[in-house]
C-alpha cells in the first residue's frame, strides 16, 4: 500500500480541485442539499440506505410534510412513522430514526449532537450515516466510506485487493480520512459519492467525462472493469426435503 499512499500525496490536491469544482457544475439538485439543518439531512441519510436517490425523493418529501421537526417526529407513534415509511422498505431504519429522535430530546434538549461520540451513540448511527450527518450538516472533516466511495478509491489508486477483508477496509477508510479537505468536508464526502453514483459507476462507468480521469490508475492501466475486487460469494445452499399432509375427513393432523 505504500505505493498508494505515494499516489495520494502527489495527486490529493488535484483530485480534490478538480472532483469539487465538478461537483459544484454538476451535482443532481437533491431536496436534502438545500439544506444546511441537521433534521433533514439524518432523515435522508437514514432513507438512502439500501435504497436508490429516485426512489427516496418522494418519500423524503411526503416524510418531512407529516413529520417536519425532530420533535414532531419523536412524539408520534411508531405505527404512525411505521405508515409514513410504507413502501420504502427496511423498516428497521425507521424504527431506528425514530428510536433516534426520541433519545435526542430526552438526551440532548431536541438538538442533533455534532461530535462523533454523541452521533454514534444513536439508534442506527453506524460509522458511515454518523460520518455523513457530521460532515454534511456540521462540517466535521469525517470521511464517508460507502460503496460508491469504494469504488472510486479502488480504481482512482488501483487498489486490487479484496475489499470485503477488514485489512483492505482500513486501509481505505485511511485513504478517504488523508484525501479529504478538511475545510470542505460535507462537499466533498457528497462529490465523491455523487462521482460514485453517477459517473463511476460499477458497469458502464463513463471515463470520458470523468473530472479525475488524469489521475485514475485504473482508467491508464485498462483495468477499471475488474475494480474493486471482491471475493465471491458463497453459493446458496439448496436442500430438497419431502413433506406430508395427514388428514381425517376434515381434519387435519
Not at 62 to 78: D, I
Not at 212 to 217: L, M, P, Q, S, T
Amino acid at each position: 500500500m505504500k505505493h498508494v499512499f505515494d499516489l495520494l500525496t502527489e495527486r490529493r490536491a488535484g483530485i480534490q480541485r478538480s472532483l469539487l469544482a465538478w461537483y459544484r457544475r454538476s451535482r443532481r439538485d437533491l431536496p436534502w442539499r438545500r439544506t444546511s439543518e441537521p433534521y433533514p439531512i439524518m432523515v435522508a441519510e437514514f432513507m438512502l440506505q439500501q435504497t436508490q436517490v429516485d426512489t427516496v425523493v418522494p418519500y423524503y418529501r411526503r416524510f418531512l410534510e407529516r413529520f417536519p421537526t425532530l420533535e414532531v417526529l419523536a412524539g408520534t407513534s411508531q405505527s404512525s412513522v411505521l405508515k409514513a415509511w410504507e413502501g420504502l422498505g427496511y423498516y428497521t431504519r425507521a424504527r431506528n430514526l425514530h428510536r433516534a429522535a426520541r433519545a435526542i430530546v430526552e438526551r440532548f434538549d431536541g438538538v442533533v449532537p455534532s461530535t462523533y461520540a454523541d452521533l454514534v451513540s444513536l439508534p442506527g448511527f453506524g460509522p458511515y450515516t454518523t460520518a455523513a450527518v457530521l460532515s454534511i450538516a456540521f462540517n466535521r472533516a469525517h470521511a464517508v466510506v460507502d460503496g460508491n466511495v469504494i469504488r472510486v478509491l479502488c480504481r482512482v489508486f488501483g487498489i486490487a485487493h479484496d475489499v470485503t477483508r477488514s485489512s483492505v477496509k482500513k486501509q481505505l477508510s485511511d485513504i478517504a480520512d488523508r484525501l479529504l479537505p478538511k475545510t470542505v468536508a460535507g462537499d466533498f464526502n457528497q462529490a465523491v459519492m455523487e462521482m460514485g453514483a453517477t459517473v463511476c459507476r460499477p458497469r458502464s462507468p463513463e471515463c470520458g467525462s470523468c473530472p479525475i480521469g488524469r489521475h485514475c490508475e485504473a482508467f491508464a492501466t485498462d483495468r477499471v472493469e475488474s475494480l474493486p475486487v471482491r471475493s465471491p460469494r458463497k453459493a446458496r445452499p439448496h436442500h430438497t426435503m419431502g413433506v406430508a399432509i395427514v388428514r381425517l375427513g376434515s381434519e387435519v393432523l
